[in-house]
């Protein structure tokens, strides 16, 4: 039982490092034109690396349905499908 947890979590982490250090989904590299990559730039627009995958799915659920108010991205959400969405949150979120 103990291996078959062990390789259960090797192969998450294994995983989790494919993702980090993937090329960034379709959509993605527009997110840095506002959205910083480094936590030493100061600016009003959050970080996204790093950040929970379902809080970005959501976030960008709300902007695309007209539920959370924004100045560009409610237009922006709107451009992604739901699989776009979470292949973005998921890379993002396996940034760090």
Do not use: N
């Not at 709300?62 to 409610?74: E, P, Q």
């Amino acid at each position: 039982m103990l291996k078959v947890i062990a390789a259960a979590i090797g192969s998450i982490s294994i995983a989790a490092v494919v993702v980090a250090s993937a090329e960034p989904p379709a959509g993605a590299a527009a997110c840095s034109g506002c959205h910083p990559a480094s936590t030493r730039v100061t600016s009003p627009v959050l970080r996204l690396a790093a950040r929970d995958q379902a809080a970005i799915v959501k976030a960008m659920q709300d902007f695309r349905s007209g539920v959370r108010a924004a100045t560009v991205m409610d237009r922006i959400a709107k451009g992604f499908t739901d699989e776009e969405i979470q292949a973005i949150a998921a890379w993002y979120a396996a940034q760090k």
